[in-house]
């Protein structure tokens, strides 16, 4: 089994770079199906979530290759139009390919992604939406077989809350459809935009990215037959390595980010006593944490939709928080089974109480190192931020689920000057 085996009470200094975003580059190598010819990606992490895309774009037919941190993805070749359950379960994310496979083959096979660490995992919305274009979907025990009779047709789509997932695939079939189609309360993530703009490369008009109504102005023909495209930075990544400054105290600067894009978790540590200054393109993080010096707690915090306060952010924050003097106050609004990590921090000696949406972080003087197991991403990278600030050793296990989504989170931190390694370790 791999650890990670993370020795806190190092400040943290110097510089790193937040590589691209996974919830990017998966919706947008899932897009690639729509150019019938080749797609240059760049700046795509190396994640195994990126992998298991890759496999599904060759079981579906498509040539891939890496060079680099480009992936050149030729689908002219697309043969299927099928996902095994095998694959589908492998990553959640995978729903996003029904509105593309879809959108290039107007028949789609896959089966459900089910419920995850997180909570239910509900696609109601997804298929809503894909059936107000038309689509025809079957759910046999949890194998979705969709097709269309004719065509594609634009139309009025209203989310009553704003997916991510189910955006992308309205998007991706809208950019299918000839017409104009509509979505009212769309997510506005920065990820959402960066697909977009991938689809108006392919020729699709899309406007109102960002704001409460998106209007997309599909191309029924096959659009551009060459798309190059850079990922944007991730800033999931960059919320964690802030986290990570403040806990373990230094001064580091976190570079090829956008700063706009972090903004509420700046403000939260801004709050906690963190100095941040931010540039175009580059954040530094000064936390004076160490000899007796305490952050203090933030004003409570509530995940939201962007822009609001991340969910994705919440576990790594809260690592940070663990020894701020006072209470700090979680409240989780997006998915149901999210404080999970919160057990596993108690054993570094953290105070936290957990009822339904509500976390109440009691800071504490000391964390001392201890065996943690990740219980999913996020959840995985808090209990490294947290170790950092721990005095002595702690292993950090189940690194499959922080690999989904950090290409080396061990290679970023021992940049910063952390004392981190991964090893194989059996328990004798
Ligand atoms: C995406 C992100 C994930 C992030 C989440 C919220 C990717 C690959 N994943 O996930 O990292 O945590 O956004 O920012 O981009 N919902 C329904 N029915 C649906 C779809 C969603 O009820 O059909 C609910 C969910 O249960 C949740 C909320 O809507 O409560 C938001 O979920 P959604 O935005 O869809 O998250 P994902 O796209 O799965």
């Known amino acids: 089994m791999e650890i990670l085996r993370v020795t806190g009470g190092t400040q943290l200094s110097g510089s790193v770079r937040i590589h691209g975003a996974k919830n990017s580059v998966l919706p947008i190598m899932a897009a690639s199906l729509l150019v019938r010819g080749t797609t240059v990606i760049h700046n795509c992490p190396k994640l195994s979530d990126v992998q298991v895309t890759i496999r599904i774009l060759e079981h579906l037919g498509c040539k891939v290759r890496r060079e680099g941190s480009d992936v050149i993805i030729d689908a002219a070749t697309l043969k299927r139009f099928d996902i095994p359950d095998g694959l589908m379960r492998e990553m959640r994310s995978s729903v996003v390919f029904l509105g593309a496979i879809l959108a290039r083959c107007e028949k789609a096979e896959i089966s459900s992604p089910g419920g995850c660490e997180l909570g239910p995992r509900p696609i109601n919305l997804h298929l809503e939406a894909l059936a107000k274009f038309g689509a025809n979907i079957r759910d046999e025990g949890g194998n979705l077989t969709c097709s269309v009779c004719d065509k594609l047709r634009s139309c009025e789509i209203h ?7 189910a955006t992308e695939n309205t998007l991706l079939a809208a950019s299918r459809c000839e017409g104009t189609t509509t979505i009212i309360n769309p997510a506005r993530e920065p990820e959402i935009a960066d697909l977009a703009e991938f689809l108006g490369k392919l020729g699709a008009k899309i406007s109102g990215v960002g704001s409460g109504v998106i209007s997309v102005c599909g191309i029924p023909s096959a659009g551009a037959s060459y798309i190059e495209h850079s990922i944007i930075p991730d800033r999931i990544v960059c919320a964690t390595y802030m986290s990570a400054v403040a806990a373990a105290g230094g001064d580091a600067v976190l570079e090829s980010v956008y700063p706009g894009h972090v903004a509420p978790i700046t403000e939260a540590l801004r709050q906690m006593g963190v100095d941040i200054s931010l540039s175009d393109s580059s954040i530094r993080v000064v936390s004076r944490v160490h000899k007796g010096a305490f952050l203090k707690s933030a004003k409570p915090i509530e995940t939201a939709p962007y822009p609001g306060f991340p969910t994705d952010a919440q576990a790594p924050l809260m690592a940070a928080c663990l020894k701020a ?3 700090t106050v979680f409240v989780e609004n997006i998915f149901e089974n999210r404080y999970r990590h919160c057990e596993e ?3 570094l000696g953290a105070s936290i109480k957990t009822e339904g ?4 972080v009691s800071g504490v003087r000391k964390l001392k190192g201890a065996s943690l197991q990740s219980t999913d991403l996020r959840g995985g990278a808090s209990l490294v931020v947290a170790a950092l600030s721990a005095a002595g050793v702690s292993n950090v296990s189940q690194l499959q689920h922080i690999d ?8 970023d931190l021992t940049q910063l000057g952390a004392k981190i390694v991964r090893e194989n370790f059996s328990e004798g």
């Open 357 to 360: 949406k509500t976390a109440i």
């Open 345 to 347: 921090l108690r054993r």
């Open 325 to 327: 003097e006072g209470n």
């Open 159 to 165: 989310f009553p809350t704003p997916s991510v997932g």
């Open 404 to 411: 989904r989504g950090y290409e080396s989170i061990e290679r």
